[in-house]
Each structure stands twice: as structure tokens, then as C-alpha cells.
Nanobody
């Protein structure tokens, strides 16, 4: 069994930055791709970013390209999402997910965390 715990969310203003962390326990995830997703109130979850098992390949949704950066530290079983130049439309619950394979494939995960709230005021 895998537990994923996100942290780092909060209330910020437009243009501010946040760094989200996702710590995994229960088993190592170093061989798995990881992803960040978000869900705004009343909407379906959307993919934000993904990273391959070794960090060599990343994926970003068009809405966050150039502003967000996903990274990972396999030795710490942790994945990060650096979010810069935040906008009100980034407001959502952000959760991380452990994917089934070593390379990122949108939505193909079998574990996810509870999420952390990010609120960006205008």
C-alpha cells in the first residue's frame, strides 16, 4: 500500500509563488512516473504536470507551461511542484498521484493523495 501526503498549499495573491510537496510512504516510488492534478470547485480533475521515473521527461498542461516546474527526489520519495506567477484560475485542490508505469501517461495512476488547497486571490 502507498500513502501520498501533499503539503505546501495556502492562500496567496496573484503573482506569488508556492512550492507543493508530495511525500510517499509505504513503498518506494522511484520506478514510477508521478503526476500532479488539480480540481477546482464544480469541475472535473485536470492534469497539471507529470514526470517520468528518473526525471528525464516532464509534461505540463498548456495553462501552466512556463510557470510551474515539477521535480522529484527519489532518495526522499518526494515529488515537488514549484508554482510561480500564480493566477486566480490556478485556485484548486492539488493532489499528487503515483502512476502505474515508469513513463508519464495522463490519468494512468493507481494511488493518489488527499490533496492540498491552493487559493489565489486577485
Amino acid at each position: 500500500q502507498v500513502q501520498l501526503v501533499e503539503s505546501g498549499g495556502g492562500l496567496v495573491q496573484t503573482g506569488d509563488s508556492l512550492r507543493l510537496s508530495c511525500a510517499a510512504s509505504g513503498r518506494t516510488l522511484s520506478s514510477r512516473a508521478m503526476g500532479w492534478y488539480r480540481q477546482a470547485p464544480g469541475k472535473d480533475p485536470d492534469v497539471v504536470a507529470g514526470i517520468s521515473w528518473n526525471g528525464a521527461t516532464t509534461y505540463y498542461a498548456d495553462s501552466v507551461k512556463g510557470r510551474f516546474t515539477i521535480s522529484r527526489e527519489n532518495a526522499k520519495n518526494t515529488v515537488y511542484l514549484q508554482m510561480n506567477n500564480l493566477k486566480p484560475e490556478d485556485t484548486a485542490v492539488y493532489y499528487c498521484a503515483a502512476h502505474r508505469r515508469s513513463y508519464f501517461d495522463i490519468g494512468d495512476y493507481d494511488y493518489r493523495g488527499q490533496g492540498t488547497q491552493v487559493t489565489v486571490s486577485s
